[in-house]
């Protein structure tokens, strides 16, 4: 009787997991399909299947300058973000570091500040040193929301690092920047792809900060994709969500393979001390 009992409750708690997982996912999924509609109808059931959506994507001048932008701020925004990340994260993880509460909690602030209370700041910010409706200043932006996720990664590296290595490295006559280079990179460098991974996916993806920055000719993929479901409901728009949301699983099931070769790493590290 008991066994029957506890046999009910794991298939109630299976069923509630799948309808909560199937609420999650299946916005997402809806617009998979129509994104291969023949017709410019965003109802079920479909009339046919056309790949003329993505053909009008590959051939649109408006969308591949948003493509473009939205590649050159990710890329230049993941540098600088995993850059200066790891070089606060290095700072985080000594012991003497003064102030590190205060510091971590500044750092990490973007993540926990609402994103249009970021926006309005640097909106301001950013008004008095010339960098509105430039390129430059979204970089900038997307810098400051990108580089709380490498110093968290990073700093989750290097709590296990082992520090001996690098006194090792210093008595064989390494320099700081030769022992960092050739001994800690190489160990950390999972946290640091990890890191930047999440902020080029945050980059890619942001679009508030970018509608309070940006001019005619900064627009990124996701503000265009806005702006085309507030001017014209355009089925173009959902290639390019199926398009983001094959690049979205593809760069976490990297950052997945990342995350799990630094826990074998550390493990084996453990293991050898």
Same mark, same amino acid.
């Not at 064989?172 to 792809?193: D, H, K, N, Q």
């Not at 503000?223 to 969500?241: D, H, K, L, Y």
């Given at each position: 009787?008991?066994?029957?009992? #506890? #046999?009910? &409750?794991?298939?109630?708690?299976?069923?509630?997991?799948?309808?909560? =997982?199937?609420? =999650?996912?299946?916005?997402?999924?809806?617009?998979?399909? $129509?994104?291969?509609?023949?017709?410019?109808?965003?109802?079920?059931?479909?009339? *046919? !299947?056309? =790949?003329?959506?993505? %053909?009008? !994507?590959?051939?649109?001048?408006?969308?591949? $300058?948003?493509? &473009?932008?939205?590649?050159?701020?990710?890329?230049?925004?993941?540098?600088?973000?995993?850059?200066?990340?790891?070089?606060?994260?290095?700072?985080?993880? @000594?012991?003497?570091?003064?102030?590190?509460?205060?510091?971590?909690?500044?750092?990490? +602030?973007?993540?926990?500040?609402?994103?249009?209370?970021?926006?309005?700041?640097?909106?301001?910010?950013?008004?008095?040193?010339? $960098? $509105?409706?430039?390129? /430059? *200043?979204?970089?900038?932006?997307?810098?400051?929301?990108?580089?709380?996720?490498?110093?968290? /990664?990073?700093?989750?590296?290097?709590? +296990?690092?082992?520090?001996?290595?690098?006194?090792?490295?210093?008595?064989?006559?390494?320099?700081?920047? %030769?022992?960092?280079?050739?001994?800690?990179?190489?160990?950390?460098?999972?946290?640091?792809?990890?890191?930047? =991974?999440?902020?080029?996916?945050? #980059?890619?993806?942001?679009?508030?900060?970018?509608?309070?920055?940006?001019?005619?000719?900064? &627009?990124?993929?996701?503000?265009?994709?806005? +702006?085309?479901? &507030?001017? +014209?409901?355009?089925?173009?728009?959902?290639?390019?969500?199926?398009?983001?949301?094959?690049?979205?699983?593809?760069?976490?099931?990297?950052?997945?393979?990342?995350?799990? %070769?630094?826990? @074998?790493?550390?493990?084996?590290? *453990?293991?050898?001390?």
């Amino acid at each position: 009787m008991k066994a029957n009992s #506890s #046999s009910a &409750r794991a298939w109630v708690l299976r069923t509630f997991c799948v309808v909560v =997982l199937l609420f =999650l996912v299946a916005p997402i999924l809806a617009i998979v399909p $129509l994104s291969f509609n023949a017709e410019p109808f965003f109802t079920y059931p479909m009339p *046919g !299947l056309s =790949l003329q959506w993505y %053909r009008e !994507l590959m051939e649109s001048a408006v969308w591949q $300058l948003a493509l &473009r932008n939205s590649l050159i701020v990710a890329t230049f925004a993941t540098l600088l973000a995993s850059v200066l990340g790891t070089l606060a994260a290095l700072g985080l993880s @000594r012991n003497d570091c003064p102030w590190r509460a205060v510091i971590m909690a500044v750092l990490i +602030s973007p993540m926990i500040i609402p994103v249009v209370v970021s926006a309005v700041g640097i909106y301001y910010c950013f008004a008095r040193v010339g $960098l $509105l409706n430039t390129l /430059t *200043g979204i970089v900038f932006a997307h810098t400051a929301l990108g580089a709380p996720f490498v110093v968290i /990664t990073v700093l989750a590296t290097l709590s +296990s690092f082992d520090h001996n290595l690098m006194r090792a490295a210093a008595s064989l006559g390494a320099s700081p920047m %030769r022992a960092f280079f050739r001994v800690m990179l190489p160990v950390i460098a999972p946290g640091v792809a990890s890191g930047a =991974l999440f902020a080029f996916i945050t #980059s890619f993806d942001e679009v508030v900060v970018v509608l309070f920055i940006a001019g005619s000719e900064q &627009r990124t993929l996701p503000r265009q994709m806005w +702006s085309g479901v &507030r001017e +014209s409901i355009s089925p173009t728009i959902t290639a390019v969500a199926t398009l983001l949301i094959v690049a979205s699983v593809l760069l976490l099931v990297s950052v997945q393979w990342l995350q799990g %070769r630094a826990a @074998r790493a550390s493990a084996r590290s *453990g293991a050898s001390g």
